[in-house]
């Protein structure tokens, strides 16, 4: 586990990696357990990053990326600043990253589009059959459906009588207008360092490092639709 905190002139260069100190303003960058960050990738200022994260070749993050545990992003990736991927993602390598990624699905194409869920890392890390089916077909509804979000709430809600705790999570995000297994968007000027306030960046950053220690084809708006990467084709 890697936190740098508040030390502006730190950057650790090590094998050609390069990770970035934080900011005043966020006051925090933070790596987890088992990460593996290859040849030439970087991480920029008030990143997070989880555990049991691969970042291949060339892989840069910009500022404030949050990426949860058990993520795979393709070699030669950028991602864009305050871009977010929830757990249990892949991204294929050689395309950008510009709006966040929801948990359990596979991303590529230019523009980065839903690809199918993450099947065989979900099944390499223990979800069973019937959540795997589950998670697939709350992601058709979402992407490869003409509804808009309240309608495939309604859609998911008669079709899955009995939601795994996945999708428990996936439909409360729906809900709530935001994209499935992501935190809130930027914190704002009211959240930050040194306000008083916290702000469900700094929770999140503060779970990655207790876990840390714990345990050693249209492009589709963000803002207009709450689903992240665009639908495929």
Same mark, same amino acid.
């Given at each position: 586990?890697?936190?740098?905190?508040?030390q502006?002139q730190m950057?650790?260069?090590?094998?050609?990696?390069?990770?970035?100190p934080?900011t005043? &303003?966020?006051?925090?960058?933070?790596?987890?357990?088992?990460?593996l960050?290859?040849?030439?990738?970087?991480?920029?200022?008030?990143?997070?990053?989880?555990?049991n994260v691969i970042?291949a070749n060339?892989?840069?993050?910009?500022?404030?990326?949050?990426?949860?545990c058990?993520?795979?992003?393709?070699?030669?990736t =950028?991602?864009?600043?305050?871009?977010?991927?929830?757990?249990?993602s892949f991204?294929a390598?050689?395309?950008?990253?510009?709006?966040?990624?929801?948990p359990?699905i596979?991303?590529?194409?230019?523009p980065l589009?839903?690809?199918?869920?993450?099947?065989?890392?979900?099944?390499r890390?223990?979800f069973d059959n019937e959540?795997?089916s589950q998670?697939?077909?709350?992601?058709s509804?979402?992407?490869k459906?003409?509804?808009?979000?309240?309608q495939?709430i309604?859609?998911i809600?008669?079709?899955?009588?009995?939601l795994?705790?996945?999708?428990?999570?996936?439909q409360?995000?729906?809900?709530?207008?935001?994209?499935?297994?992501? =935190? &809130?968007?930027?914190?704002?000027?009211?959240g930050?360092?040194?306000s008083?306030?916290?702000?469900?960046k700094?929770?999140w950053?503060?779970?990655?490092?207790?876990?840390?220690?714990?345990?050693?084809?249209e492009a589709v708006?963000?803002?207009?639709?709450?689903?992240?990467?665009?639908?495929?084709?």
């Amino acid at each position: 586990h890697l936190s740098l905190r508040r030390q502006p002139q730190m950057c650790i260069r090590d094998r050609n990696v390069t990770i970035n100190p934080c900011t005043i &303003a966020y006051g925090n960058t933070t790596i987890g357990n088992n990460v593996l960050l290859m040849a030439a990738a970087h991480v920029a200022h008030d990143c997070i990053i989880k555990d049991n994260v691969i970042l291949a070749n060339g892989v840069q993050l910009g500022g404030h990326v949050m990426i949860d545990c058990n993520v795979i992003i393709g070699g030669m990736t =950028p991602v864009h600043q305050f871009c977010k991927l929830g757990e249990f993602s892949f991204v294929a390598g050689g395309y950008r990253v510009v709006q966040d990624v929801p948990p359990y699905i596979m991303a590529k194409g230019e523009p980065l589009k839903y690809s199918g869920v993450n099947s065989v890392g979900l099944r390499r890390n223990g979800f069973d059959n019937e959540t795997r089916s589950q998670i697939k077909n709350i992601y058709s509804i979402m992407y490869k459906s003409n509804l808009n979000i309240s309608q495939s709430i309604e859609k998911i809600d008669n079709e899955e009588k009995e939601l795994s705790d996945e999708g428990k999570k996936m439909q409360y995000d729906m809900r709530q207008g935001r994209v499935p297994g992501m =935190p &809130a968007r930027a914190p704002t000027q009211a959240g930050r360092v040194g306000s008083g306030k916290s702000t469900e960046k700094e929770d999140w950053a503060a779970e990655a490092s207790e876990h840390a220690y714990s345990d050693g084809g249209e492009a589709v708006s963000l803002v207009s639709t709450g689903r992240g990467v665009g639908k495929g084709s």
